[in-house]
């Protein structure tokens, strides 16, 4: 049975919200129902048949054809199935998903896979800030699944971060990993500056030796850790880790039970 395809038919005209375009929204729906779905957030009221061309097919391996970055929460609470967008998306994308797939083609906008609790969100192209960190008064960010990201991520990526694994193949921007509670955090390049600031729990492996670290951390040094390899194997893309590595912990500021590791000069 071929899938569910959205085709956009032209660039929306205002923010778009498409929190109900997962999987269990929407089974069960005739094209009718689903093109009567609210999208917009003006008060012109767009519906989804406004926006897409929709092909019906099986709900559980949705296409969006046709990115935007005007496309906010795509993927939101998503529990099961598949979710691809051939292109950018905005704001929030994968926001509280507690399982299923979401794969981006493009960019995504802050806060990807905040509040996700399991499934996996991978994004081909950058990601914004705050990617899986918290909404404002919320006590932590991702408390489960995995994120990966195949280009650059903004700042305070893994902002209190409690479970789940987050890697990124480009550059993260500042305060990556920053209020870590838990989890682990795999970044390819050297981030930028207070990487792992009051982090209180967790991991982060930078592949990239030179590393400024604030003084609240400690170095270890070097040791052999026998769970990188199996831990590259489990996560999404083609990582690969020494068993040795420099160990750091901190941050001393705060609870100082967080490690970085680095590769050994």
């Known amino acids: 049975m071929s899938r569910l395809t ?6 929306p005209p205002e923010r778009l919200d498409l929190s109900h375009f997962v999987p269990q929204n929407l089974a069960g729906l005739s094209e009718s129902e689903i093109a009567h779905l609210p999208v917009g957030t003006t008060r012109r009221k767009l519906l989804a048949g406004d926006v897409f061309a929709i092909a019906m097919g099986d709900c559980e391996a949705m296409l969006l ?10 993927g939101e609470g998503m529990a099961a199935g598949t979710l691809h967008v051939e292109g950018d998306v905005g704001q929030l994308a994968g926001r509280r998903m507690t399982g299923g797939h979401l794969h981006i083609h493009g960019n995504a906008g802050p806060f990807a896979g905040s509040g996700m609790s399991d499934g996996l969100i991978t ?21 489960g ?23 990124i193949a480009g550059v993260a921007g500042d305060y990556a990993g920053a209020r870590m509670i838990a989890g682990t955090l795999v970044l390819a390049h050297a981030p930028g500056v207070g990487t792992g600031q009051l982090m209180k729990r967790g991991t982060i492996i930078v592949t990239q030796m030179h590393l400024a670290l604030t003084a609240t951390f400690v170095d270890n040094g070097p ?12 996560i999404s893309g083609a990582w690969q880790f020494p068993m040795r590595m420099r160990r750091f912990s901190g941050d001393m500021a705060v609870l100082g039970k967080g490690e970085v590791l680095l590769p050994v000069e």
């Open 145 to 167: 699944g995995e994120i990966s990201v195949g280009g650059n991520a903004g700042q305070r990526a893994g902002d209190r971060l409690r479970r789940g694994v987050i890697s």
């Open 6 to 11: 959205l085709t956009l038919r032209g660039e």
């Open 65 to 74: 054809a046709g990115g935007s970055s005007l496309y906010d929460r795509v």
């Open 223 to 234: 040791g052999e850790f026998l769970f990188l390899p199996m831990l590259a194997k489990s």
């Open 123 to 143: 994004i081909g192209g950058d990601a914004g800030d705050n990617l899986g960190g918290p909404m404002a008064g919320e006590m932590a960010g991702m408390t």
